[in-house]
């Protein structure tokens, strides 16, 4: 299988609110197995690093897709 990871795309929208989006990423191939359809909403409101956040995956014929949108409450103060 070749090492084509999908289609990648992230931003900001606020200050501390990121989004990211990855598109048509082969999950295996298809002599593995296939995952014909796969989909999962995820709505975390832990505050953490990257929570809380909302996630969308979809996953049709090994393709996966998900889009996340999420606060970055990462404190580099803690982090030494």
């Known amino acids: 299988m070749n090492r084509f990871i999908g289609f990648l795309f992230h931003g900001e929208i606020l200050e501390k609110t990121n989004w990211e989006i990855q598109l048509f990423a082969p999950i295996r191939s298809f002599k593995d197995g296939i995952t014909f359809f796969k989909f999962k909403v995820n709505w975390d409101r832990y505050i953490s690093e990257h929570t809380p956040a909302f996630q969308i995956e979809l996953t049709i014929f090994n393709l996966y ?16």
């Open 65 to 80: 897709n998900h889009i996340w949108v999420y606060e970055n409450n990462f404190d580099e103060e803690l982090d030494d």
